[in-house]
């Protein structure tokens, strides 16, 4: 079975960090583009950040720039989302997913073909 796994979601203080991880079983991830999404409630999912199949290209949004990085190591099949001084508006559902042919810009995710189930993050005091 074909799945992505998104594992290190939680609770933190505004200004702390969250590492996020996206592991896959059922393929290899060599030859995926690799995004992360997220949707808070009562809002769109938007893109986060994006790293190309080799891991020489990476795309962030605006609002997350400076903050968070993407890296992956397809050694272990993964791919992580470094999240560093969180803000409450960093609140959301985060997904990790899957593109084979990436032929639209990174964050238009009907182009994305495997998604994960979503990990809460919650930014408060």
């Known amino acids: 079975q074909l799945q992505l796994v998104e594992s290190g979601g939680g609770l933190v203080q505004p200004g702390g960090s969250l590492r996020l991880s996206c592991a896959a079983s059922?393929?290899?991830?060599?030859?995926?583009?690799i995004g992360w999404f997220r949707q808070a409630p009562g809002k769109e999912r938007e893109g986060v950040s994006y790293?190309?199949?080799?891991?020489?290209?990476?795309n962030y949004a605006d609002s997350v720039k400076g903050r968070f990085t993407i890296s992956r190591d397809n050694a272990d099949n993964t791919v992580y989302l470094q999240m560093n001084s969180l803000k409450p508006e960093d609140t959301a559902v985060y997904y990790c997913?899957?593109?084979?042919?990436?032929?639209?810009?990174?964050?238009?995710?009907?182009?994305?073909?495997?998604w994960g189930q979503g990990t809460q993050v919650t930014v408060s005091s």
């Open positions: 790293i190309s199949s080799s891991g020489g290209s990476t």
């Open positions: 059922g393929f290899t991830l060599d030859y995926y583009g």
């Open positions: 997913a899957a593109v084979f042919k990436r032929d639209k810009k990174w964050w238009w995710s009907p182009q994305y073909d495997y």
